[in-house]
Each structure stands twice: as structure tokens, then as C-alpha cells.
């Protein structure tokens, strides 16, 4: 048996993590990917499969212990896929979250020199999810709820989970007795997965995922939004785009109404479980105060990818003249709700489009050649190169860029730093407690631009 070979156990010194948990580490020359150990710790570790560039291992034995290791607190972990750094402590994980920012900003953003701040951290890390995707499973007992593995497609069944929301929590408890309730259980006979998102005033919307409507749902809706704690309303989301797809493209509501309400900083959000909400709404009033001494009152800002308005409206409360362009029909429909409910309607200007093919069109233009920020929310996949180079042509004094994904990140402002802008502050934000996910927000300007304060931050940094 060769030293690497499948089988073989061998010892590694960890000395970085993966965004999935996994730790990395050296052995006869190759990188070892293995579950478990730290940075900092070594470990015997059986080879579970052989690369011709790395080998994945399993945790045999630990042989010594970091002082940044945690007792996780959920009794799933490390099963469930849902978190990968309980075994953590948290100052640790905000740490390295600064780290994996920086990393990506010089490795893939060529970004050098660079200041990233301090991590943003929560005071409790936990219940803070508003939102959770639900997977059915089916087996002998009947139906049962739960998490996938991680890096799989088995399910991890739980009866409790302690990093979403207490009204979110009560409901996984309560689905397990619906579920089994003679007159409820036909309405989960279709059901792939159930997304429930909930408020700040405990009101909570469910929508059960199936391929076709449901006819047994429509019957059942109001029954079963009845019986889980704090339901204001049930949806049937139906249409599939494809097997990972956990709503469809299609939604129709069963009982009560679709939306639930959030409160942010003295801000009102009506929002769906299909549309895109930050998960973590502390995190959000965090990035809120950081951004409200930047923004200069009567200044135009364009806001890109601006889903419910959650940004344009703080934008707009400040003051700001707003534009926000959003692909998804119904998240423009909810932002105007929004803007007309807080009393910001007169301030902010909603389009719908997709930003990659608008960014041209005259409406967008003009848009682009009034702005004094642009402000970039994108998806994990980041922006197209084309909304960039836009960005840059038209001469906006700033942009700020608030990204998921440390990789496309960084892909992004290299684009706009060619494009003369200049950085100003890196500062991530801790919106998913516990996970290998971190928020990183990018301050930039044009030489010519006027300071926003950023650069105080920058020097504190350390």
C-alpha cells in the first residue's frame, strides 16, 4: 500500500479551512482535504479517496487541540450541511472570515495594498436565520423534515434547529405534527420542501414546494396554516426549473396572505419567501449604520440589483434620490408596496429589467450619468463585466459594491480598479453566523471623487 493510497492512515498538520469546513493540510507531499481538524491541530487521517492533485481523508483520530476549538452547540452538526464551523469559537470564525476576504481581494483581485477590517460580528450568534428551505423526506415512518448532508442529497432529519428564528424554530416542531395529523397529512403528499420566512412581529409565511399545484393543499391550506405557531399564510410554490430548485417559478396562495412583515431600524419590509431578503436582518441595521454617516443627504444613488428595496429605501430615508433596477417582477411589485408604506414613494424609482441588458437602454443611461453612488447587491455569481465597464464609463464618483462571495468579489473590483477607481475600506460583515458564508462591502472612488469618511474606518482597521 502506497503512503497515499485509499485506506491508509496517515498523520496531517492542518493549516487553513475550506469555505465548507473541511480542513487543509500536507501529507507526503500532497494536499489532504479532511472534516473535522483545525488550523493549527494535528490529526491521523484515514484516505477516503485518491486525486492525482489532492486526497480527501476522514477524521481518525485528533493528536492535538486548538485553543480556538468550540463544543458545537447543535446536536446535528457535522451531519446536517446547514453550518460548518460550530467546532469554531466565534471570535475565531470572524477572524478567519477577515482572512478568506483578504485572501480572495490579493489572490484573485490581484488587490495589493490591502486593508480589510475587522469582522462585523453578532452579540449572540444564534436564532438569527428569518428564513429556512426545508427538505421532505419520505420513508417508513411516514414524512419527516430536515437539512441535507452536506455535499449530498440525503437528509439529516431534525426536530429543532438553533440557529433560525425562535417562530421558525417552533415550526419545524409543529410541521412533524401536521404532518401526521389525519385530517393535514394528504396536503404533504406532493410536498418536496417547505420555505418558511418569518418576521419581527412573529408572523410567519410558509410556502410548500411541489412539482404541479396541489389540489390536496388548496383543500387543506387553511387547516394546516391554522395549526403552525404564528402563521399569517400559506402559499403553494409549484414548477420546478430543475432538481435543486427548492421554490417554483409558479406561486398561488392557500390561506391568509403571501407576505410577512420586517422591521429594520424603523423601517417596514412586506416580503414573500420567494423573494430575496437578507437572512439575517440584525446584520442588515448593522450594515445600515455603518452606510448612514457615507451617504450624503440630496445625493443620487443608483441601486443595482435592488430586490424588496431594502437598500434604496434606507437610501432614500436618508435623504437620497433613488433609482433601483430589479429582474423579478414581483420584487418590484413588493419594493413600491414597500417604498408607498414607509412613506418614501416620491423618493425612489423602481425598473424592472435584468441589470446585464437594461445597463444600456436610455432610461439607464441617463440613470448612470446622474448618480453619485452606485450601490451593487448582486448574487453569489457577482455582476456582469458589461454592468462594470458601464459603471466606469460613465464616471459614477462612487461605487459600492456589498457581495456573499468573497470570489466573485474580488473578481469584480479588479474590474472597477482598472476601470480608475480607487478602494477605499473592505468590510465584512457576519450575515451567516457559523457557516463558511461571509458579506464583504467595498467602498470605491474615482481619484477626483470626494472622501466619505471611509478611510477612518480603513485606519482602524487593525
Not at 50 to 62: D, G, H, Q
Not at 148 to 162: K, L, M, N, Q
Not at 194 to 222: C, I, K, M, W, Y
Not at 366 to 392: M, N, Q, T, W, Y
Request: proline share 6%.
Amino acid at each position: 500500500m502506497t503512503p497515499l493510497s485509499v485506506g491508509a492512515v496517515v498523520e496531517v498538520a492542518v493549516t487553513d479551512l475550506l469555505t465548507s469546513g473541511q480542513g487543509i493540510g500536507r501529507a507526503v507531499g500532497m494536499v489532504v482535504f479532511v472534516w473535522g481538524p483545525l488550523p493549527g491541530e494535528r490529526a491521523r487521517v484515514r484516505i477516503a479517496q485518491r486525486k492525482p492533485k489532492y486526497a480527501i481523508a476522514e477524521l481518525v483520530e485528533l493528536l492535538t487541540f486548538s485553543s480556538q476549538r468550540a463544543v458545537p452547540f447543535c446536536p446535528v452538526f457535522g451531519r446536517c450541511g446547514g453550518c460548518q464551523l460550530q467546532h469554531l469559537t466565534y471570535e475565531g470564525q470572524l477572524a478567519w472570515k477577515r482572512s478568506m476576504v483578504e485572501s480572495a481581494l490579493r489572490r484573485i483581485g490581484h488587490v495589493k495594498p490591502l486593508t480589510v477590517c475587522k469582522t462585523v460580528g453578532m452579540e449572540f450568534p444564534q436564532a438569527y436565520r428569518n428564513k429556512m428551505a426545508l427538505v421532505v423526506a419520505r420513508g417508513q415512518d411516514g414524512v419527516g423534515f430536515g437539512f441535507y448532508r452536506a455535499r449530498s442529497h440525503d437528509v439529516v432529519t431534525i426536530e429543532a434547529c438553533p440557529v433560525v428564528r425562535p417562530q421558525l424554530d417552533r415550526t419545524i416542531a409543529a410541521l412533524w405534527e401536521v404532518a401526521r395529523r389525519p385530517q393535514t397529512a394528504p396536503a404533504f403528499r406532493a410536498v418536496k420542501h417547505v420555505v418558511a420566512r418569518a418576521g419581527g412581529a412573529n408572523d410567519l409565511v410558509a410556502s410548500f414546494t411541489t412539482q404541479h399545484p396541489s389540489p390536496e393543499l388548496r383543500e387543506r391550506g387553511s387547516a394546516v396554516s391554522a395549526a403552525l405557531p404564528g402563521a399569517s399564510g400559506l402559499t403553494n410554490s409549484y414548477g420546478l426549473a430543475g432538481a435543486n430548485a427548492v421554490l417554483g417559478r409558479k406561486s398561488v396562495t392557500v390561506a391568509g396572505r403571501p407576505q410577512t412583515t420586517e422591521e429594520i431600524e424603523g423601517l417596514s419590509f412586506r416580503v414573500s419567501p420567494s423573494s430575496f431578503f437578507q437572512v439575517n436582518s440584525e446584520m442588515v441595521a448593522s450594515i445600515f449604520r455603518f452606510l448612514a454617516p457615507r451617504v450624503p443627504p440630496g445625493s443620487r444613488i443608483l441601486d443595482l440589483y435592488c430586490g424588496v428595496g431594502t437598500f434604496g429605501l434606507f437610501f432614500a430615508r436618508l435623504g437620497a434620490r433613488v433609482t433601483g433596477i430589479e429582474e423579478s417582477a414581483e420584487a418590484v411589485r413588493e419594493a413600491k408596496r414597500n417604498a408607498d408604506s414607509n412613506g418614501l414613494g416620491a423618493a425612489i424609482t423602481f425598473l424592472r429589467g435584468r441589470v446585464e441588458q437594461v445597463v444600456h437602454e436610455d432610461r439607464v443611461v441617463a440613470a448612470l450619468g446622474e448618480s453619485d453612488i452606485a450601490f451593487l447587491d448582486p448574487p453569489r455569481k457577482g455582476s456582469d463585466e458589461a454592468v462594470l465597464r458601464a459603471l466606469c464609463s460613465a464616471g459614477i464618483p462612487h461605487v459600492w459594491y456589498l457581495s456573499c462571495n468573497p470570489a466573485t468579489l474580488a473578481r469584480d473590483v479588479a474590474v472597477l480598479v482598472q476601470g480608475a477607481y480607487e478602494i477605499d475600506v473592505v468590510q465584512p460583515f457576519d450575515m451567516f453566523p457559523h457557516t463558511g458564508h461571509v458579506e464583504a462591502f467595498v467602498a470605491l472612488r474615482k481619484p477626483t471623487a470626494p472622501p466619505l469618511g471611509f478611510a477612518d474606518e480603513a485606519r482602524g482597521a487593525h
